[in-house]
């Protein structure tokens, strides 16, 4: 259903007054609640992911990667928490607010790595993971001996012994720049859809190259050097914290219908498997406004779920929420106030890049921004009256003559910037198209998996 593979996304630098956060277009489309994992996506692979951060967006295929970074408003020894279940408790990374990562630290479920590799001017270090049935937090430390700034570029993760990387998206916030002499503190996310699963013995690739800006948008650069760190995975204790359980639930909408299969539960996350039919006449591409309410000690904590993979082509899709499991919940509720839906047949966007105007759109809230050296950008605003939802573009699109091209992945092939104000309800979202150099037939018409719309209906679905 969803054919767009994700692409890097380069973050914007942050003031006080503004955050920005750079992910690619697939990113943006799908999400579903408030609080999107800030960051840049990056890319490996052909499995389906969308990240939810308060608008339903698809990221097919791809490694959301995500990174938090710097040494601010780390654990100081008076507030860490004795662990209480296999492994010490990691320090020296700052969890914020994160639920799922808070819970699973303050009850031991972090193995412990602390595994380093040097290679030229740098020196990483996986200092721990946190590991679920189809995700994993990866913590790690980047050491920079070189005297100029450094770029963290990706990370790819493989099988051992493997050349392939394997299908996942893996999301990241916060500076990827690596100053000289100031150790980089970062965590990843990765998550992996419908039936895979992490394997038990991996191999973390950092790539990381000298700071430039000619290759700060770019997923690699040629003087880059790789480190390859060797990870085994405690896959028995994160089998002895995961439970599954069956849901069996169709929830409908007029003549729309979405069915939840199951529940995956582990200290790392909560996933949620759900099925989109194909009978189907509005494009139904996930759930709005959804959330896990989880009671603990009579007192209501909201899960929320920032990234899924949504509907493939057979329309099964996977939620990704926090979890706080290892408090012992006393329920765990589903709620959604609706379905994400569009009319499939307004999903059209006709382009003149030589006049520089937009000549159709679903609703006209898509603005021209620029066509130079073959980047057209575009711009609309995420706004609460139209739900916060997400513009996503294929990947092929036709010229003015009937003539199929592809976006130019090489270039830095589809992407998005979110700017938006601390006091506003409002952020303006910027779309990047990279297309091959060559004289197209105008106009341009491009198809788009996603859009902003939204069928409103309250749901309540008992998970636990």
Same mark, same amino acid.
Do not use: C
């Given at each position: ?22 992910? &690619? ?12 994992? %800030?960051?840049?996506? %990056?890319? %490996? ?60 630290? +303050? ?50 993760? +493989? ?12 999301? &990241? ?45 770019? &997923?690699? *650069? ?47 996350? =909560?996933?949620?498997? *759900? ?31 920032? &990234? ?23 329920? =765990? ?10 009319? $499939? ?14 000549? %159709? ?79 197209? $037939?105008? $106009? ?21």
């Amino acid at each position: 259903m969803f054919e767009k593979e994700e692409r890097m996304l380069n973050e914007m630098q942050k003031d006080t007054e503004v955050s920005t956060a750079v992910v &690619s277009d697939e990113a943006l489309d799908a999400a579903v609640q408030s609080g999107m994992r %800030r960051g840049r996506y %990056r890319q %490996r692979s052909r499995a389906r992911i969308t990240v939810l951060s308060g608008v339903v967006a698809t990221i097919t295929a791809a490694l959301l990667f995500v990174v938090w970074s710097g040494s601010e408003g780390l654990l100081k020894p008076n507030e860490q928490v004795a662990a209480k279940g296999p492994y010490p408790a990691l320090t020296g990374f700052d969890f914020g607010e994160d639920i799922t990562l808070n819970t699973a630290n +303050k009850h031991g479920m972090i193995q412990p790595v602390n595994q380093s590799v040097t290679e030229g001017d740098y020196t990483v270090t996986v200092n721990g993971i946190l590991t679920g049935s189809q995700q994993m937090e990866i913590f790690y430390t980047i050491e920079n001996h070189a005297d100029e700034p450094a770029d963290l570029k990706r990370i790819e993760v +493989k099988r051992l012994g493997s050349r392939e990387s394997l299908s996942y998206g893996i999301g &990241s916030s916060g500076e990827s720049k690596i100053m000289p002499g100031k150790l980089f503190r970062s965590r990843s996310d990765i998550q992996m859809g419908k039936d895979n699963t992490i394997p038990g013995e991996l191999t973390f690739s950092f790539s990381i190259a000298p700071y430039s800006t000619n290759t700060v948008y770019k &997923s690699s *650069a040629n003087n880059e050097q790789v480190l390859h760190i060797n990870v085994s995975v405690d896959l028995e204790t994160v089998r002895q914290h995961t439970t599954t359980v069956s849901i069996n639930k169709m929830l409908q909408i007029e003549k729309q219908r979405f069915y939840l299969k199951e529940a995956v539960m582990s200290p790392a996350g =909560i996933i949620l498997k *759900a099925n989109v039919p194909s009978s189907n006449t509005m494009k139904v591409s996930g759930l709005w406004d959804v959330v896990l309410e989880s009671v603990v000690h009579g007192e209501k904590v909201e899960l929320r779920s920032y &990234s899924a993979f949504l509907p493939d082509e057979n329309g099964d899709m996977t939620y990704f929420f926090d979890s706080n499991i290892l408090e012992n919940p006393e329920s =765990i509720t589903l709620k959604a106030s609706g379905f994400q839906a569009v009319d $499939p047949s307004e999903m059209k966007l006709v382009i003149d890049t030589d006049k520089k105007e937009i000549l %159709r759109s679903p609703d006209g809230d898509i603005r021209f921004g620029s066509y130079n050296r073959y980047l057209l950008t575009l711009e609309y605003e995420e706004r609460t009256d139209r739900h916060m939802g997400s513009v996503s573009i294929e990947r092929e699109f036709v010229d003015g003559e009937g003539k199929k091209h592809m976006i130019d992945e090489d270039a830095g092939g589809l992407s998005s910037s979110s700017r938006s104000s601390s006091d506003t309800e409002v952020s303006l979202i910027t779309q990047y198209i990279h297309l091959k150099p060559e004289d197209y $037939p105008q $106009p341009l018409t491009f198809t788009l998996s996603s859009y902003p719309g939204v069928m409103e209906q309250a749901f309540e679905v008992p998970i636990q």
